[in-house]
């Protein structure tokens, strides 16, 4: 099984952008997330062609599972 933890964040620009992070640390940890998620915020580090990371919206674990199907 395949997991990214993908993070959302507002743009100056009024849009959202997303980080992610392949095969995050298990179990996670809402509060370390949101606490790495303000830092972000506060380090104004990144920059996006729709902005700088102004506001974080939402964190989500995305899990994926893919089984090969035999043909005949």
Known sequence: MKEVLQLSFLTSLN??????????????????????????VAADIFSFPTGRIVKKVQAKLNTSDASVVQLP
């Open 15 to 40: 849009k959202t952008v997303h980080l992610q992070i392949p095969n995050p640390k298990q179990p996670i940890d809402s509060i370390a997330v949101g606490a790495a998620m303000d830092a972000i």
